[in-house]
């Protein structure tokens, strides 16, 4: 059976999928053993080529948009050049970051051979900014480092500029790197999650999005569920302080609290 990927939203000019981790958007030699890209795969399943207008990493779940001509797929590429779309991130991270802020951190310009832009790219700092309001707090018996306990923390993210490996890049600087994170994680706190959990994916995903339409302009608002392994993870925590919030992003009734 060939693979299919959930469709969020389509129409003639552009369509959004659920994205699951550990797929590729498109190919990359960072990953050259690689067979599986959201593109090959949808261009397969809609019969049609489809023409990405943006990335998520390979780790990160959720909402994915692609063009489905070449002029939407620019349109939307430039919407997300000039911060004209809004996206919505959630996590889960190490410790308890404060309940709200905004990281304002520049971050120097990472590059791959997966660029959408051809041609020369500059280097360089640029700068970068992200809002996070911290959700539910959990901590769990565990001894890690010198800490007789571990604390975890649910976080929404808004990304205010769009770079590379923003996100992670970010948590890991006001050190409160996303669990699952094997590059700007900790490794002992990703290895709990897989031994108690069986969690081995990246728990960062694109749960909202909003922007305009490629051809109308018209304001389009999204929104995606959490994939089922990271849904099924936030229900078994033993949450603190804001279990009703991570249970309804989980998917869980509001009593279950």
């Known amino acids: 059976m060939p693979e299919i990927l959930p469709l969020l939203y389509q129409d003639e000019h552009l369509v959004a999928i659920h994205k699951p981790s550990g797929l590729l958007v498109h190919r990359t030699s960072l990953d050259a053993w690689e067979t599986r890209f959201a593109v090959q795969i949808l261009r397969n399943q809609l019969r049609r080529r489809v023409y990405p207008a ?35 991130y959630h996590a889960l991270v190490r410790g308890w970051p404060p309940a709200s802020g905004l990281i304002d951190h520049a971050l120097e310009r990472k590059l791959d051979d997966a660029e959408l832009y051809g041609g020369p790219v500059p280097t360089g700092a640029q700068p970068a900014q992200t809002r996070y309001r911290t959700q539910a707090k959990v901590e769990l018996p565990w001894q890690i480092d010198r800490y007789p306990t571990s604390r ?6 808004d990304p205010l500029t769009g770079r590379r490996h923003q996100l992670r890049r970010h948590l890991k600087h006001i050190s409160h790197p996303i669990i699952g994170d094997a590059t700007y994680g900790k490794g002992v706190h990703n290895r709990r999650f897989t031994e108690e959990y069986g969690s081995e994916r990246l ?25 089922d392994e990271f849904a099924a993870l936030l229900r078994r925590l033993p949450w603190q302080d804001g279990a009703a919030a991570a249970l309804a992003l989980a998917g869980e009734p509001a009593d279950k609290d």
Do not use: N, W
């Open 203 to 227: 728990l960062l995903a694109c749960t909202a999005i909003a922007f305009p339409h490629p051809a109308s302009g018209e304001r389009i608002a999204l929104a995606c569920p959490l994939a």
């Open 54 to 88: 943006h990335r998520l990493d390979k780790g990160t779940s959720g909402i994915l948009l692609f063009g489905l001509t070449p002029e939407a797929g620019r349109a939307l590429a430039m919407a997300f050049e000039a911060q004209q779309v809004d996206k919505t």
């Open 152 to 157: 975890y923390a649910l976080v929404e993210l």
